[in-house]
């Protein structure tokens, strides 16, 4: 068995979701993953481009309009240009899901989708620190619930992985949770 210590890589994941609550046929969820040591200089390189146009506010999908175009292309353009940002979602589509899987729970349905995002990219030897986005919920055990059901999908599938760290912030706090928002809305819109 191997330890901590034997992990040979470090990464952050951000995770977002765009539509879960008021589109009408279907919702993203989207989760950026970068090495662990480069969140830093990732950071400090968007709030160059952020200072660059004088954009003082959260970035969000939601809120981007024309008067802000060039600051939102010069984002894209650098996310697409950095190979340490990878960004992967999944479109459900509202009408394929049924809810008797879910018991019925728009919540317990909405972290399953998580777990399908996340544990797709669970990779040997990695250890993970997941940010998400502070959601207002019913059942605050839920979150603690998916880092139970992540840990036990890698034992039992033999995939040495550690979940060091997974907890909520507010986005606006922490830029790359950001920049997984405006993903995120980018591939819902």
């Known amino acids: 068995m191997k330890t901590v210590f034997d992990f040979k890589r470090e990464y952050n994941i951000y ?27 990732i950071s400090l390189e968007i709030e160059t481009i952020k200072k660059k146009y004088k954009f003082n506010r959260e970035i969000k999908w939601n809120k981007a309009t024309s008067l802000h175009s060039k600051f939102y292309q010069e984002l894209t353009e650098y996310f697409i240009s950095s190979s340490d ?9 509202k009408a394929d899901i049924d809810y ?51 840990t036990k999908f890698s034992k039992e599938n033999n995939i040495n992985v550690n979940i060091k760290h997974m907890q909520e912030y507010k986005s606006k706090d922490i830029p790359l949770l950001q920049l997984t928002d405006f993903l995120t809305g980018v591939v819902f819109f």
Do not use: W
Request: glycine share 4%; aromatic share 18%; with cysteine.
């Open 85 to 93: 940002i990878e960004f992967k979602c999944i479109v459900v589509n």
């Open 100 to 150: 008797r899987f879910h018991n019925g729970d728009k919540e317990l349905m909405f972290y399953k989708f998580y777990y399908q995002l996340l544990r797709h990219k669970f990779n040997n030897d990695i250890q993970y620190y997941i940010f998400t986005d502070e959601k207002s919920r019913s059942l605050k055990p839920r979150f603690k619930e998916l880092n139970l059901c992540l």
């Open 15 to 41: 995770c977002d979701e765009s539509g879960v609550e008021n589109a009408p046929k279907y919702f993203v969820i989207g989760a950026i993953f970068i090495p662990r040591d480069q969140k830093k200089k």
